[in-house]
């Protein structure tokens, strides 16, 4: 005994009681039936990185399960839990999802310090049962997942070490005015599927987050944009508001934007230059009441603008000089469900070199007008010799299947979760 030291001991026996472990516990028996348990769910190497000197962690709930090749994390999901369980000081990860919990008392936290991820998505937690500042207390929180809860309110004061907060499907109407300062941290914020409306918008809510790169509004009750945003901004999701109208200069201090959805809004008339935006790659109009198009910046790479009231598009609007040295970056424009009644004009084939596919699919005008447009998709680099003779000839263009079409609108990777 004399000739090992204390913690010596200890690795030794944690090692026997690991390489035991693997012997016969099988992962799959737990996890094997859930699709979203694979293995980087449990496997964050980021964060096991950094762990400060403790002892060997063999402290876990008894309602949980602590597995031992990662001994930071503590998984309580789906076990129907009513109330949180006691969380051992060295947990990191603690995954709480899908299960019946309301409250979140201050108790089970009391010798909780490190930990940097909490999942408490899919319960039934409450605003009014949040004991005050239990979350703010977490220095090191930097993910905490509140999606699918019946909060009715933003879940403040929060830790100013937080970057990822995830508040979808929940009933937030309220933001209240200093709720989301002090949080300069912030990268990701997702608020969709709330009940959000513009009244929340008056104490310009998001101007303090000056590191947040991504903000999802969607499925909630906004009537204007969202004022003073961060210029910081890469995702800005708003679709499915009831939104009428974009500011003249709105984007001019949200330069960095790269996606911006905002389908099924009122949007009507879109001021001329209002997409002057470097790097904007995807832009989502869909489901609107848009009887014009509108100025491409050089970066765009997909267009969707399917059912609006269009019924020409003047490709000299959207682009009105050419540079050949800098050439435009479209490759895809959705146009099915406007009122087109021919195709585009062949200039856009000088303007965007690059384009790949146009989407027609089926446009909204009365059968008595003669439609010059019975092919839905055009594909590929036609020159314009070409499309002319398509034009002259459509059967001889390959028709497409709805698959091929969703293939192509499904290239941006959804960026949020
Ligand atoms: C906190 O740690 C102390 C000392 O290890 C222990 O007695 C107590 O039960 C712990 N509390 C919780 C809520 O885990
Ligand atoms: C949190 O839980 C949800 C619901 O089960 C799951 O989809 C998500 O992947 C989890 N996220 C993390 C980071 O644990
Ligand atoms: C914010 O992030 C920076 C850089 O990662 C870090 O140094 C700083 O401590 C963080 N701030 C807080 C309040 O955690
Ligand atoms: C729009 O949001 C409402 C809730 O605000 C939802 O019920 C509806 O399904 C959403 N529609 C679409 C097309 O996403
Ligand atoms: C297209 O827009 C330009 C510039 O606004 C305009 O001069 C031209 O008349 C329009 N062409 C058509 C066919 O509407
Ligand atoms: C087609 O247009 C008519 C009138 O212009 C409108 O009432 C109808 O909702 C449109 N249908 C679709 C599928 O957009």
Redesign the pocket.
């Known amino acids: 005994m004399g000739i090992l030291s204390h913690p010596s001991i200890l690795l030794l026996l944690w090692a026997a009681l690991v390489f035991g472990q693997y012997e016969d516990y099988d992962f799959e028996d737990d996890y094997g039936g859930e699709p979203d348990h694979q293995l980087p769910y449990y496997f964050n190497p980021n964060s096991q990185a950094e762990v400060p000197h403790f002892p060997f962690p063999v402290e876990c709930a008894k309602e949980c399960f602590c597995p031992p090749a990662f001994p930071l994390s503590m998984y309580c999901d789906h076990r129907k839990l009513k109330t949180i369980p006691n969380i051992p000081s060295h947990v990191q990860q603690l995954y709480l999802q899908n299960n019946n919990i309301e409250a979140v008392p201050a108790g089970p936290f009391t010798n909780v310090t490190f930990v940097r991820e909490i999942n408490l998505s899919y319960n039934n937690i409450k605003f009014h049962m949040i004991d005050h500042g239990v979350f703010a207390k977490l220095s090191n929180l930097v993910q905490l997942h509140l999606q699918h809860n019946e909060l009715e309110e933003f879940p403040f004061p929060l830790p100013s070490s937080l970057e990822r907060l995830l508040l979808g499907f929940n009933k937030i109407s309220r933001l209240p005015g200093n709720a989301l300062e002090g949080l300069p941290n912030m990268t990701m914020l997702d608020l969709c599927n709330n009940l959000l409306d513009d009244t929340v918008l008056k104490e310009k809510p998001f101007s303090n987050m000056k590191n947040l790169m991504q903000l999802n509004l969607c499925n909630n009750k906004l009537q204007t944009m969202p004022p003073d945003l961060p210029p910081s901004l890469r995702h800005l999701s708003l679709e499915n508001n009831s939104i009428s109208h974009i500011p003249e200069n709105y984007f001019n201090r949200l330069p960095h934007i790269i996606a911006l959805r905002m389908s099924h809004n009122n949007l009507q008339n879109i001021p001329h230059n209002t997409f002057n935006l470097p790097n904007l790659l995807e832009l989502n109009l869909g489901h609107n009441k848009l009887k014009q198009v509108f100025y491409i910046p050089r970066s765009l790479q997909h267009l969707y603008i399917e ?1 609006n ?1 269009i019924e020409n598009i003047n490709v000299t609007v959207m682009c009105p000089t050419l540079d050949p040295l800098n050439i435009k970056q479209l490759t895809y424009i959705r146009v099915d ?1 406007n ?1 087109l009644t021919s195709p585009i004009s062949t200039y856009a084939f000088f303007c965007f070199p690059l384009i790949r596919t146009i989407y027609y699919g089926e446009q ?1 005008v009365t059968v008595s007008r003669p439609s010059g447009l019975r092919t839905p998709v055009f594909r590929r680099f036609l020159t314009p010799e070409e499309f002319q003779e398509a034009e002259d000839n459509q059967e001889t263009l390959n028709q497409e299947t709805e698959e091929d079409h969703e293939a192509e609108d499904s290239y941006f990777h959804p960026y949020y979760h």
Request: without cysteine; proline residues 0%; hydrophobic residues 0%.
């Open positions: 059912n009231e469900q009122k909204n």
